[in-house]
T-cell receptor
Framework: DSGVTQTPKHLITATGQRVTLRCSPR?????VYWYQQSLDQGLQFLIQ???????AKGNILERFSAQQFPDLHSELNLSSLELGDSALYFC??????????????FGNGTRLTVT | AQKITQTQPGMFVQEKEAVTLDCTYD???????LFWYKQPSSGEMIFLIY??????QNATEGRYSLNFQKARKSANLVISASQLGDSAMYFC????????????FGTGTSLTVIP
């Protein structure tokens, strides 16, 4: 158990809809990362938050947004969903205090299916 | 340019044998960290092992060891005494301080252990 909690585990929704994915990082980890993993794209970095502030942005679509709350949990909002958004969405956390030696600890992912 | 390259899309190994999964990386930063993750078919991403660029010795964690060749910029994962439960995707990753400690993942290697 990595200590990172993601909900829900599975989500099935229709095109055009909006969903929210939730993540609670490991205790003590200030940084939260969001990744998308689809069959043909590998692991794609979306966005990183550190202690409530956006730290880095990757290939995140404008239809997607995220935030990290004061209690350090994070939410990823996906709107105007398209079939191509079907993927496994991971949240990962890192303590960051150890710099480059801090590993990412991943949640179990949310499997999103857009029909 | 690719920061992390995993050239073996798929590998097979006989149970109880050792197997090496290749990973090469690209960075100009003298300070970086290298990580390996395992993703079984159930989907979760499991942190396996870490190697720092200044570490004098190759990292080991149980049956996992890292064959770190700095001059060749390679960080190959060696799994000894393979077990059926080792069948999974394996991802190599790197973070360096040049890019704000961001993580870069390879495309993964699918390992199948044959009984």
């Amino acid at each position: 158990d990595s200590g990172v909690t993601q909900t829900p585990k599975h989500l099935i929704t229709a095109t055009g809809q909006r969903v929210t994915l939730r993540c609670s990082p490991r205790s003590g980890d200030l940084s939260v990362y969001w990744y998308q993993q689809s069959l043909d794209q590998g692991l794609q970095f979306l966005i990183q938050y550190y202690n409530g502030e956006e730290r880095a942005k990757g290939n995140i679509l404008e239809r997607f947004s995220a935030q990290q709350f004061p209690d350090l949990h994070s939410e990823l909002n996906l709107s105007s969903l398209e079939l191509g958004d079907s993927a496994l969405y991971f949240c990962a956390s890192s303590v960051e205090a150890q710099g480059i030696s801090s590993p990412l600890h991943f949640g179990n992912g949310t499997r999103l299916t857009v029909t | 340019a690719q920061k992390i390259t995993q050239t073996q899309p798929g590998m097979f190994v006989q149970e109880k044998e050792a197997v090496t999964l290749d990973c090469t990386y690209d960075t100009s930063d003298p300070s970086y960290g290298l990580f390996w993750y395992k993703q079984p078919s159930s989907g979760e991403m499991i942190f396996l092992i870490y190697q720092g660029s200044y570490d004098q010795q190759n990292a080991t964690e149980g049956r996992y060891s890292l064959n770190f060749q700095k001059a060749r910029k390679s960080a190959n994962l060696v799994i000894s005494a393979s077990q059926l439960g080792d069948s999974a995707m394996y991802f190599c990753a790197m973070r360096d301080s040049n890019t704000g400690n961001q993580f870069y993942f390879g495309t993964g290697t699918s390992l199948t252990v044959i009984p």
